[in-house]
């Protein structure tokens, strides 16, 4: 194996890199330097991101532009601004203790003329997104004839996201002579052709083989109904503690509506999509990058080019239909060498679709079960334990209220004491999965033969209302109820499903617009708004568990965390002031739990004090009543 210092970059970069902690060249660094230094070779570099490409296009460059000249000499393009922004630093790095190099990044989302300034300043080397870019040209801000490098980065995903004609309007205001180095991880039509027309006899590297992708990503799938999504998705999430995630959705509403379900839920999440301004997806950037977040929820086209190391799992939500897509979904995992898992969550009639992927990737997918209830319990308990293992005493500052408490646990044994405490974090997750159902598919059915089409079948609209026993309704008031609202008679009723803080109840099909109409507009029952809501829900697959009636919907995730501020805007990021840690592993700690899980009913029944930041009830819930899960 060669070392940096055999592929002929100078000394200092050498040293640059050495002291970045880069020990060895990664293969596409090794084959391509030696030959991007000679300067006038046209490159083209078919290597996925993760594969050291910054360095392998940016160490030649820093060795090739001249810093005693001002002139603009070399122009990066990349897909987004996060990713330009992360080549700019990147290269910043690389020269800090070799050349003074002017390195200005161009985006979108931030003051032009502030940038404007910076490249009249004298840029070496601009680092740009090609929207942007194009509005500097048009402003004359900049001048592109003296450029002798172009690099075009992730070149693919450029194309994807519609700069062809961007593209063209930037190359051809660069001289003839200049050189093109073009990087893409795969190489669809659109890319061959901007090789042909900008490029003359280039130089081709391929790294590892074509679309067999990232050997350290592990790909997997659930099968589950379309409902169950995000129920499962939470017992992922609560099956991994530690869990430092990027969930995919297709559209920008699901994004954020997933993102706000889990905030909800109590998970340390956020949505990233084009509906957030960039000062809102920079802020959630800065969050994710810090490990501030633990969950990350975005769309393809805002999640492009994020370069996070050590995110363990990628999440789709729905599998995507385009294999690039699912290439650059993947790729976000598994990054520097790390091993990284991928999972699809697909219902039945998408299997076809993993095979179509399974095939182009020449990589066989593991198909994964839904977690149970209590493998979930198993889980969070040993997490738990690793915690206790972890923890860092603060031997001076505790001392002084130990006596207190051994006083106050001074009767109980070892054993008894080892049992109370864990049972503090633990009891709401076994309270929670309690008779939790088998969210598994077979057939197209859940594994525990519940759920599937019973309303439907029975030819009836059932609705979740957001009152129950606890609130001393039984079958007989929840028929004044509606009949009192509603109008409705016995006889339109159908089965009625008493819960502790909520229920649900059928009605013939043609009266399901009288119940709507009925409970619309602020009604009230014993001083408390009424909620109703059509769903297609089983309501925790028709089971009555023994401790207080819960079923899936809500989260074991508690209202006991520190208090939450809410978000004034969509999106956005404002969201937390859950506590920074410094690891990925968010599981179970308070941080975490700021948001809200349990209705009234479970904070009532809970032994410890209802905390004020319990969201209020019309917040709950939102897995089981939404009719229809699209993701
Ligand atoms: P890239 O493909 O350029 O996005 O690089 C992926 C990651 O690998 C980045 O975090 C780099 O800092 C890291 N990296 C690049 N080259 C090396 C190397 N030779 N040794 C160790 N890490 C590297």
Same mark, same amino acid.
């Given at each position: ?41 046209? +490159? ?156 003359? @006899? ?68 956020? &949505?990233?999509?084009? @509906? ?6 920079? *802020? ?6 810090? *490990? ?17 190391? @050590? ?117 709401? +997750? ?88 009925? +409970? ?46 809410? *978000? ?5 990021? &404002? ?30 029944? &809970?032994?410890?004090?209802?905390? &004020? ?17 699209? +993701?």
């Amino acid at each position: 194996m060669k070392s940096f210092a055999d592929l002929g970059l100078s000394k200092g970069l050498v040293e640059s890199v050495q002291l970045l902690g880069f020990e060895s060249p990664t293969p596409i660094q090794e084959q391509a330097i030696p030959v991007l230094l000679t300067g006038n070779r046209d +490159f083209v570099g078919l290597a996925q991101t993760g594969t050291g490409k910054t360095a392998a296009f940016g160490l030649p460059l820093l060795d090739l532009v001249d810093d005693k000249s001002n002139d603009t000499q070399a122009l990066v393009l990349a897909p987004t601004r996060e990713l330009g922004l992360q080549i700019a630093n990147d290269l910043e790095n690389f020269s800090e203790k070799i050349k003074r190099f002017n390195i200005v990044a161009v985006y979108g989302g931030a003051s032009i003329s502030e940038q404007i300034r910076k490249v009249k300043r004298g840029a070496q080397i601009i680092v740009a997104t090609p929207g942007r870019l194009i509005d500097l040209i048009d402003r004359k801000a900049i001048n592109l004839s003296s450029i002798k490098y172009v690099v075009l980065d992730e070149a693919d995903e450029m194309l994807n996201m519609g700069f062809k004609d961007d593209l063209d309007k930037i190359l051809s205001f660069t001289s003839k002579e200049k050189a093109t180095w073009l990087f893409s991880a795969t190489m669809p039509r659109e890319v061959r052709s901007i090789m042909k027309n900008y490029m003359t @006899d280039p130089f081709e590297l391929q790294v590892g083989e074509q679309n067999t992708g990232n050997v350290n990503i592990e790909h997997a799938y659930v099968v589950i109904q379309d409902r169950d999504k995000y129920l499962a998705l939470k017992r992922i999430l609560d099956y991994t503690p530690d869990i430092f995630g990027l969930i995919f959705c297709r559209t920008r509403i699901d994004t954020q509506k997933v993102a706000e379900m889990l905030m909800k839920d109590g998970y340390n999440a956020d &949505s990233l999509h084009g @509906d957030l301004t960039q000062q809102q997806r920079d *802020r959630v950037m800065v969050r994710f990058r810090q *490990r501030d977040l633990q969950i990350l929820v975005a769309t393809d086209v805002a999640a492009r080019g994020i370069d996070v190391d @050590d995110i363990t799992h990628v999440i789709h939500l729905n599998i995507p239909d385009e294999m690039e897509f699912y290439t650059h979904r993947s790729g976000r995992t598994a990054r520097a060498g790390k091993k990284g898992i991928s999972i699809a969550m697909i219902s039945k009639r998408e299997l076809g679709k993993v095979k179509q992927i399974e095939k182009t990737l020449k990589s066989t997918f593991r198909r994964m079960m839904v977690p149970t209830g209590p493998e979930v319990c198993q889980k969070q308990l040993l997490s738990l334990m690793h915690k206790v293992h972890e923890v860092k005493v603060n031997e001076s500052e505790i001392e002084a209220f130990l006596p207190q408490v051994y006083e106050a646990l001074k009767g109980l044994t070892k054993e008894e004491l080892i049992k109370r405490f864990a049972s503090i974090e633990f009891n709401r +997750f076994l309270d929670y999965y309690r008779n939790a159902p088998d969210l598994n598919t077979e057939g197209g059915k859940r594994m525990d033969g519940e759920g599937g089409d019973r309303y439907a079948a029975a030819g009836g609209t059932r609705f979740f209302i957001n009152l129950g026993r606890m609130d001393g309704i039984e079958k007989a008031q929840m028929l004044e109820l509606l009949d009192d609202f509603c109008g409705l008679e016995k006889k339109d009723i159908g089965k009625i499903d008493l819960k502790g803080a909520y229920s649900f109840f059928e009605v013939e099909k043609e009266k399901a617009e009288q119940v709507l109409k009925g +409970f619309k507009g602020g009604v009230e029952y014993q001083g408390r708004q009424v909620r109703v809501e059509e769903t297609s829900d089983s309501g925790g697959g028709g089971r009555r568990s023994r401790g207080g009636d819960r079923d899936d919907s809500s989260s074991p995730r508690r209202s006991d965390g520190p208090p939450r501020r809410e *978000r004034s805007g969509s999106g956005g990021g &404002s969201y937390s002031d859950r506590r920074r840690s410094d690891k990925p592993s968010y599981g179970g700690s308070r941080s975490e739990r700021g948001g809200s899980s349990s209705g009234r009913s479970y904070a009532d029944k &809970s032994s410890k004090p209802t905390s &004020s930041s319990s969201a209020p009830y019309s917040e709950k819930k939102h897995d089981r009543t939404n009719k229809k899960w699209d +993701f």
